[in-house]
């Protein structure tokens, strides 16, 4: 997986939560995109690419990869930036005005 945009975080308190407790809480904010009627959506999928998860797993996805006292997280954001309705307006008029010109 390649990052479009990486930040790292020092904590300055211990970190009390194990992988697996981690896991559990991040599991409550999975990411799923946009609704038609939500102009942002943000949440948790896995840090590692499916293509490089076990083969066989069918399981929901780590949300977590530790590498020895460091545990990698990996947050999603989609933001809608013109409502469908503008959209599919501003092609409605682009297929008409190719029709015109082609005389359809």
């Given at each position: ?33 946009c609704s ?31 590498i020895g ?10 933001d809608r ?24």
């Amino acid at each position: 997986m390649f990052f479009k945009n990486s930040r790292l975080f020092a904590l300055t308190e211990t970190f009390s939560l194990s992988q697996e407790e981690l896991e559990t809480q991040l599991t409550e904010q999975l990411f799923t995109p946009c609704s038609k009627y939500e102009k942002s959506r943000i949440g948790w999928v896995s840090p590692i690419d499916a293509a490089y998860a076990a083969e066989g797993e069918e399981e929901a996805p780590m949300l977590t990869h530790v590498i020895g006292d460091y545990i990698m997280v990996c947050a999603q954001k989609q933001d809608r930036l013109l409502p469908a309705s503008v959209v599919r307006q501003e092609t409605e008029e682009k297929v008409a005005e190719i029709e015109q010109r082609q005389a359809r």
